[in-house]
């Protein structure tokens, strides 16, 4: 049924082009529908993780679109070993270029590492943040932790093991779950640290987001979309997985106010190659490339 609605619908408007948000969609397309348009695929999430399980017909389905576009470099190969003859392009997400900034040099009482990510615990992993500030917390008196986002039924069933964790380790006073904002760039140029301590990631918009409001990142080398945007000690800190080498890498910033500085203005000029005017460009040139091609 959905594929004669969508042939319906393609006969209806006439794409020149169709650019499918999930590669399960130009499946559908493809082979069931039979739609005459040329289909750019998108990846937002890493190859690695998603190709190794996908359908046969899904895997020809991306090796036939006239583009598969995925986020990260590396991302191209992983593509094309799994998917012969596909013709891979990388286009990044477009990230803000805020005029706002955080204000590191400023001597304050309370100083915060901030996270944002919904809740989820396989992937975002707060609790290891949680776990690595509290092996460090009674050094730090004057360092909060604030965990913005929130999440469906899962999300707050983690959410009130999240809060177990923090009362188990006394930290009332300096952790906090403070829920979803409209705005997390005011949040941004309050915070001092931005802690990532995903297991992986396409690109990760809330990280690259910090880092363009002037915030030094600490996350994991293992998470491959953090580790290929972060040169390490330049524009962030990577450590190795676990809250014991998080500990460290979150108290080598929170021990010098220049370093914060120092990293969180590389952090924020090395994400001026996602300008939004770069990225629509790319974006641009590619679409009329596939329709020169037909």
């Known amino acids: 049924m959905i594929e004669k609605e969508i042939r319906h619908t393609f006969d209806a408007i006439h794409p020149d082009v169709i650019v499918s948000f999930r590669y399960e969609t130009s499946n559908y397309m493809l082979h069931f529908a039979h739609v005459k348009a040329p289909v750019i695929t998108m990846f937002h999430m890493s190859p690695d993780f998603i190709l190794p399980d996908a359908p046969t017909g899904e895997l020809k389905a991306i ?10 470099k590396r991302d191209i190969p992983v593509v094309e070993r799994f998917c012969p003859g596909a013709r891979v392009v990388w286009i990044p997400n477009a990230v803000p270029q805020y005029e706002e900034k955080a204000d590191l040099g400023k001597e304050k009482k309370t100083y915060t590492i901030i996270n944002a990510a919904r809740l989820n615990k396989p992937q975002k992993r707060q609790h290891l943040l949680v776990e690595a500030f509290a092996k460090v917390a009674g050094d730090y008196p004057n360092w ?45 140029t309050k915070a001092d640290i931005f802690c990532f301590p995903s297991a992986y990631e396409g690109f990760p918009l809330a990280m690259t987001e910090a880092m363009s409001a002037g915030l030094p990142v600490v996350g994991f080398k293992s998470c491959t979309a953090v580790a290929d945007l972060i040169d ?51 974006w641009e040139q590619l679409l009329n490339e596939v329709v020169s091609d037909e």
């Open 232 to 282: 390490s000690g330049k524009n962030g800190i990577l450590t190795d997985d676990g809250a014991d080498a998080l500990a460290r890498g979150l108290t080598f910033l929170m021990d010098s106010k220049e370093k914060r500085e120092e990293i969180g203005e590389q952090a924020k000029a090395s994400m001026k190659d996602y300008a939004p005017e770069k990225i629509w460009n790319m």
């Open 144 to 188: 909060r932790v604030e965990l913005w986002g929130g999440g469906n039924d899962s999300g707050a069933s983690y959410a009130e093991e999240l809060r177990e964790q923090i009362r188990k380790n006394h930290l009332e006073s300096q952790v906090f779950l403070k829920g979803e904002s409209t705005h997390i760039i005011d949040e941004y």
């Open 63 to 72: 090796a036939e679109s006239a583009r598969a576009q995925v986020l990260l």
